[in-house]
Structure formats: C-alpha cells, structure tokens
C-alpha cells in the first residue's frame, strides 16, 4: 500500500544499543524538521502499556504460556497499529519503533518454539499490511549484551531474565531474519562504536529514500 510517510523499526536481543540508536536518528531528523513518532514495543497505547506491564512486570505474567504470550505482544500491535503507527503514516509522518513484529517472530516463534507458520499468520492479522519500509538488526554477542545491561543497574524484567539457550535462539533467529528478508531488513555490527553506527543507520536510510533528511 502506498503511503506518504516512512516506517523504521529497530531489533535486536537486550543490550544491544536500541534505545540509544532511536534517541539519536530521532534528533537529526529534529534537525531537519521533521518530528517523528516514537513508539515501543509492546506498548505505545494505553491498552498496549497494561499489557507490557503484564508481560514484562506484573507477576501474574510469570507463568505465561507461551501462546498466551505471543496473543498479548500481537493485541498490543493490534492497537498499536490502528491508533497510532496507520494515522501517523498517513499523515506523511516518519515513525520509528523500538521492536515490531519480527521481535514475535524471533521470540516467541524461534526461542519459545511456536510453529513458524502460525506466528507468521497471528502476525499477519495483528499488522495487516502495515509493514516496516526499513528495519534494522542490530546484532552483539551475549558477553557484551550482558555486561551493558548489568551496567544499568536496573532490575531485569521477566524476558530479560531468561536462560542462555533462549537468548542464544534469539541471536540466531534474528540473523536467519536478515538472510531471508534482504530487501527490508538490514543487519548492523552493535559492538562498534555508537557514532559508527549512527552514521551508517543515516547513510543506508539516505540510499533508500532520498527525501528523508530535506
């Protein structure tokens, strides 16, 4: 479907630099005047913040299936989606999202071991065809990913608390991601330097649609 604005997702396991790389994207296209909507994942609406707070916080979360998991994260983009991502993008808006729904697919779908083709299809009806025009991986080793979260010094949530074997499913996940969608998702070394990054997310973002930053 054709659209006036821009859609950017950014992946990746904990740690991996995210929060920083968004934060940074979104001031140069401050620069330039142009205000994005950030949102999150899961989140990013009233109803989308209750059920992040079931998932990651709330202990009644803790014993989750992992089929009632991913319907939570799919009825948050559900909302997510129609209130805010499908306005905005039709308002000739640039937005920018912390994880989306290759998060579904590499969590619950690769490291909970959902069948691939029915987190394919409950994603499907979550976003309908509100896809991401670029989504960037950015992929870190556990050694590294580990050490930048304990040196937050917050508390770990519930999916940040999960075994090595789940966050080594998630790595490979994301980078089989990478393999089989070229044209969309785009896979960044995130143990490089913040600026290096910033730099080649805002090149690549340039290649791909020169109006971004005029």
Do not use: W
Request: proline fraction near 5%; aromatic fraction near 6%; charged fraction near 30%.
């Amino acid at each position: 479907m054709s659209r006036p604005g821009f859609f950017i997702t950014f992946e990746g396991s904990e740690g991996c630099g995210k929060s920083t790389q968004i934060s940074l994207l979104a001031d140069q296209f401050r620069q330039v005047g142009r205000e994005p909507l950030l949102i999150r994942e899961p989140g990013g609406t009233p109803a989308g913040e209750s059920i992040r707070h079931l998932l990651q916080h709330a202990p009644e979360g803790e014993n989750l299936v992992p089929e009632a998991e991913l319907l939570l994260f799919a009825a948050s983009r559900a909302q997510l989606v129609r209130e805010k991502i499908l306005p905005a993008l039709e308002a000739g808006r640039i937005v920018i999202s912390d994880r989306f729904f290759d998060s579904t697919t590499v969590y619950q779908g690769v490291a909970r071991r959902i069948p691939a083709d029915d987190t394919a299809r409950i994603n499907a009806f979550a976003v309908g065809d509100c896809l991401p025009d670029v989504t960037f991986v950015l992929d870190l080793d556990r050694e590294t990913s580990l050490a930048r979260m304990r040196a937050c010094k917050r508390e770990l949530d519930r999916i940040e608390r999960e075994s090595e074997e789940f966050f080594a499913a998630v790595r490979v996940g994301y980078l089989d991601l990478a393999k089989k969608n070229p044209a969309r998702v785009v896979l960044l070394d995130a143990s490089r330097s913040v600026e290096t990054l910033s730099t080649e997310i805002q090149s690549i973002l340039l290649q791909r649609n020169k109006t971004l930053f005029s």
